[in-house]
Nanobody, 121 residues
Framework: VQLQASGGGLVQAGGSLKLSCAASGSTFNHAMGWFRQAPGKEREFVSGISWTGDFTSYADSVKGRFTISRDDAKNTVFLQMNSLKPEDTAVYYC????????????????WGQGTQLTVSS
């Protein structure tokens, strides 16, 4: 599975942006996740969704502001980000793994190239 993340950019604090992650190949039985990495910091889990879409998970820092969804017909997962804050600035990566939704980056097998989000204050 190859992943292509897109949708990053520069946005003012309080604004919104939607990231997309297109997968080549079937994502049947694949959980999808979004992670981010800010300069000088470790990669951290942001959000994930089970392969059925029935289960989602969010980092505490983004709960209530970010929404993850998937469109399996298009093999695409989305991350709608609202009420953005400067601390959301990071490179955002999508990732996928076979099986259950997990929140640890080391449990994901395939990664996209990352898309930069910059939130100005």
């Amino acid at each position: 599975v190859q992943l292509q993340a897109s949708g990053g950019g520069l946005v003012q604090a309080g604004g919104s942006l939607k990231l997309s992650c297109a997968a080549s190949g079937s994502t049947f039985n694949h959980a999808m996740g979004w992670f981010r990495q800010a300069p000088g910091k470790e990669r951290e889990f942001v959000s994930g969704i089970s392969w059925t879409g029935d289960f989602t998970s969010y980092a505490d820092s983004v709960k209530g502001r970010f929404t993850i969804s998937r469109d399996d017909a298009k093999n695409t997962v989305f991350l709608q980000m609202n009420s953005l804050k400067p601390e959301d600035t990071a490179v955002y990566y999508c990732a996928t793994r076979v099986g259950r939704l997990k929140t640890s980056s080391w449990e994901y097998d395939y990664w996209g190239q990352g898309t930069q989000l910059t939130v100005s204050s």
